[in-house]
């Protein structure tokens, strides 16, 4: 198990949460002087955390505002930001079944890996929206995937329009925006996204759920039967837990 903080510091517990020890090498590369959060200069985040499914000592973990690092070793030691990868790094995902594959969702835009986070990608071409947030892959096709994105922080963020789209991109196309079915714009920022046994869910920072069963052509508003969801949580490509 691991966990991040801001300032930005990585622990790792080996035995279920009953302990921790920090990884502290992550402090120890050389861009680290440099990571610094724009709302709060003085500081930084570990904003994302991706285990590699397929290999318990692969990790990769992305600083907000630093880079995307790469370890091999559970953490002990680390490669720095990762060539091609976006800097401002929001969100990771691995694709369930291809061991080589990874996949970015980042401030200035995406990129992907095919070399197990490596090397990166960048794949921002068709989109009109470069503040990309969240990432999911189709766990049956590697070469399908999906970012939201938006113009920019503040209208991602800012409670009002959130100049968003959710972009799907396939075979090495360029983006599509997915708006079938989906409010014209769209009333908050999506969050989430899960792509899972065939359906594609899309959770709203207003607490809104959606779901596609044709990878985004057409979607359906779900029904929630209590209180407004305050956060979606992917857990695993088959499974979706609610807070």
């Known amino acids: 198990m691991y966990a991040g903080t801001e300032p930005s ?48 000592n692969l990790l990769l973990v992305g600083i907000e505002l630093g880079g995307l690092m790469r370890s091999s070793d559970r953490g002990e030691s680390w490669q720095d930001h990762r060539p091609g990868a976006q800097p401002d790094v929001h969100s990771l995902a691995w694709h369930p079944r291809l061991p080589a594959r990874a996949y970015e969702a980042g401030g200035g835009g995406a990129a992907f890996s095919t070399d197990a986070g490596e090397s990166w990608q960048p794949a921002d071409e068709g989109r009109d929206r470069h503040y990309a947030w969240s990432v999911t892959v189709d ?54 996204l899960l792509a899972t046994n065939g359906r594609l869910f899309a959770g709203l920072a207003n607490g809104q759920i959606w779901e596609s069963r044709d990878r985004g052509d057409s979607w359906t508003a779900m029904r929630l039967r209590s209180d407004t969801l305050a956060a979606v949580l992917a857990l695993a490509p088959d499974r979706v837990i609610s807070a």
């Open 9 to 56: 510091r990585l622990f790792r517990s080996d035995d279920r949460g009953e302990s921790w020890r920090e990884l502290d090498a992550l402090l120890e590369l050389p861009s680290q002087p440099n990571w610094s959060f724009p709302p709060r200069p003085w500081t930084s985040h570990v904003r994302w955390i991706a285990p590699s499914p397929h290999d318990a």
């Open 139 to 192: 766990p049956d096709d590697p070469d399908c995937w999906y970012v939201s994105a938006s113009t920019g922080p503040y209208a991602a963020h800012g409670r009002r329009d959130p100049q968003a789209r959710i972009y799907r991109r396939r075979d090495g196309q360029p983006w599509q925006p997915l708006n079938g079915g989906l409010p014209e714009p769209l009333p908050a920022m999506p969050y989430a």
